[in-house]
């Protein structure tokens, strides 16, 4: 879909309506340059513009193509295609949205493809066409104005992506456990976006070569120097997420630690007080059986004291000995501890 057409000549648009296609194709040859500028396209929109601008077909091809870096390219008819993602911070939706415009440069015509939402150009041409002594420095004033609109749109997520992290950053650090999958959605998010800008400094760079005209050379500069700093912030967020990754993965072997201590020591618990009542339960189902012998003998005070309360004593104080037994055996008394650690203090050397 054609969003806006329109020819310029010596800095200042020459119609106020936007011209046909055909119209675009002839005057582009009549002095000034043409800015074509196309929303998601159609294959046929796109092989129109092809037939009607002369381009060569691998470049159409690659406007038809969604990439995941920026790319620059030549062509031999003196066609330059120069290949931008674009980013915008979602704030609904916690998230950043990328887009694409793929920009033919070539002699006497800009042609801008957009693709996806984060796309919108409509200030750039707006900017531009206020500063008439840039626009009359023709097809590469537009590149710039594009470049510029594109980096200044950065911004803002760069801003949106800190502000996520912080908040992270903040719970993992206060010793709470964030969702795992939120840090690895926010660090891929901070990964593609740094495949949109760090890539961008060697097309910048290149473009900068080729740009011909001196006047534009301080403006390419300025954007070249905010993209390194843009780049050089995203880099710094992707190494800031793996700590705070690896900080919330410490946290929740922390806790797990903790759960499993917990657990421990309810078994521990638990055991110990089964095998308090495993004889205990022996005795009194012995007992409890109706043995004619039993319960011929079984009778009065002093059997139950013997044979009862005697049966139920007998093996606590077996277990005792038997669990005392065992921790002499195994040095874990505290008196034993306290001896090893008053050797050890008188066996250590004395220190500086």
Not at 293 to 322: D, K, N, R, Y
Request: proline share 5%.
């Amino acid at each position: 879909m054609i969003v806006d057409c329109a020819h310029y000549l010596d800095g200042s648009r020459q119609s106020d309506r936007t011209i046909s296609l055909d119209e675009a194709a002839q005057q582009c040859h009549q002095g000034g340059f043409v800015w074509l500028g196309l929303f998601e396209p159609s294959s046929e929109e796109l092989d129109e513009v092809r037939e009607s601008f002369d381009l060569h077909e691998l470049a159409v091809d690659d406007a038809k193509t969604f990439h995941l870096r920026p790319k620059v390219e030549e062509y031999e008819s003196g066609v330059q295609l120069v290949i931008l993602r674009t980013a915008r911070y979602n704030h609904d939706q916690d998230e950043v949205d990328f887009g694409e415009i793929s920009i033919f440069v070539g002699p006497g015509f800009v042609i801008t493809v957009r693709q996806g939402v984060a796309s919108e150009l409509h200030g750039a041409r707006t900017r531009l066409e206020q500063h008439p002594k840039l626009l009359a420095l023709g097809p590469n004033s537009v590149l710039w104005a594009i470049l510029d609109q594109v980096i200044k749109g950065y911004g803002p997520v760069v801003a949106g992506l800190e502000s996520d992290i912080e908040l992270v950053e903040g719970t993992v650090f206060s010793g709470a456990v964030a969702p795992t999958e939120q840090i690895y959605d926010l660090r891929r998010e901070v990964t593609n976006f740094y495949r949109a800008v760090h890539p961008l400094l060697a097309v910048l760079t290149r473009v900068e070569r080729n740009v011909e005209e001196p006047e534009l050379a301080p403006y390419l500069r300025d954007v070249h120097d905010h993209v390194h700093l843009i780049s050089e912030e995203v880099a710094a967020q992707k190494e800031l997420l793996a700590t705070v990754l690896q900080a919330n993965m410490a946290v929740i072997s922390v806790e797990q630690t903790e759960v499993s201590v917990r657990q421990n020591s309810t078994i521990e618990q638990l055991t110990i007080l089964a095998t308090v009542f495993l004889p205990l339960t022996f005795i009194t189902g012995f007992f409890g059986q109706n043995f004619a012998w039993l319960t011929e003998h079984m009778s009065g005070f002093p059997s139950f004291i013997v044979f009862g309360v005697g049966g139920l004593v007998v093996p606590l104080i077996l277990l005792w000995a038997w669990m005392r037994h065992n921790q002499r055996a195994t040095g874990a008394t505290p008196g034993r501890v306290a001896v090893d650690r008053a050797a050890a203090d008188r066996v250590r050397p004395p220190g500086p």
